[in-house]
């Protein structure tokens, strides 16, 4: 198969979906006249060019809430919410509608709200910058496993009450029974049509380091987890050159997976996604030029 060369500047264009906010919508005062907490009835929609109904949000635990098949909360401050948007209404906003995705939401006058600084988004998938705890433990990584460790500084989001990514702080022995350092990070929130774990819409994020072993007969994919990989292009990660995998079904921990690989300070790094895509081909890239490489503290 005939190998292309990615340029990180073709994932760093993080610019907004490119729709155009049209013209208000108006909707009826029976939006919360009449709203059912649990079969929410659908809201007329003024504007002759959208969709003719969109489904009222109802609320779950003080949170307002959309069915699965419409995700995008509009609010009443005129921007909308679609899955994973790391921003929230105001808090003398109120919930209005739900939309299917994003496009329809901004034709009825419901755009995207901005993203807050340093958050990014990319194919619809929201990514914020990691906490300084974050950092922490990756440096305490670092300093256990006594090598390099590719820190990401930008995660996608999850949902409220979602338990952090896992990272294996290691010693001579980490979680995957060699010296690896590992961020797994399952079930992030994805935009409708992304398919994942399963084909489901689920995303499945691994970053992973481990010394190279210029004695050991086993080649580096082996330690990383992809085999029988498939290469399928060529890119340039931290000014050292990547591949991009195709990882079949069995290959361990990326079995299913959207690869990126390279070799740097005599350290094996990859980043993948579960789920081939030409969307998690650009995630991998993405977030493998915004990893930190933090070197352990002598």
Not at 18 to 36: D, I, K, P
Not at 98 to 108: F, G, K, Q
Not at 214 to 236: K, Q
Request: charged share 15%; with cysteine; proline share 13%.
């Amino acid at each position: 198969m005939a190998r292309r060369h990615l340029q990180i500047g073709q994932v760093r264009d993080l610019r907004l979906l490119g729709v155009v906010a049209l013209m208000a919508v108006v909707v009826g005062a029976s939006l919360v006249a009449t709203r059912s907490r649990h079969h929410p009835p659908p809201v007329q929609s003024a504007h002759p060019g959208t969709t003719s109904t969109a489904d009222a949000p109802y609320r779950i635990g003080g949170r307002s809430i959309c069915p699965l098949g419409r995700p995008v909360l509009a609010s009443s401050n005129q921007a909308s919410y679609p899955p994973g948007h790391p921003g929230h209404p105001p808090p003398d906003a109120r919930p209005v509608a739900c939309y299917p995705n994003v496009a329809r939401a901004a034709a009825a006058g419901y755009p995207p709200a901005p993203l807050p600084t340093g958050a990014v988004q990319l194919g619809g998938v929201y990514l914020t910058p990691t906490s300084r705890a974050f950092r922490t433990r990756c440096q305490h990584a670092a300093d256990q496993l006594g090598f390099v460790v590719p820190c990401p500084a930008l995660l996608p989001t999850t949902a409220p009450g979602t338990a952090p990514p896992e990272l294996c702080e290691g010693g001579p022995v980490a979680c995957s029974g060699e010296q690896v350092f590992i961020v797994n990070d399952g079930g992030f929130l994805v935009p409708p049509g992304y398919l994942g774990v399963e084909q489901q819409p689920q995303g499945h994020l691994v970053i992973m380091a481990t010394p190279r072993r210029p004695n050991d007969p086993r080649p580096a994919n082996d330690v990383l987890g992809c085999y029988a990989e498939h290469p399928v292009a060529t890119a340039t990660i931290h000014g050292t050159r990547a591949v991009l995998l195709r990882c079949p079904t069995g290959s361990a921990l990326n079995s299913g997976h959207t690869l990126v690989r390279w070799s740097q300070r005599g350290i094996d790094m990859a980043v993948s996604l579960h789920g081939w895509s030409e969307l998690n081909q650009r995630l991998v890239l993405l977030l493998a030029a915004h990893a930190h490489l933090l070197p352990p503290r002598r």
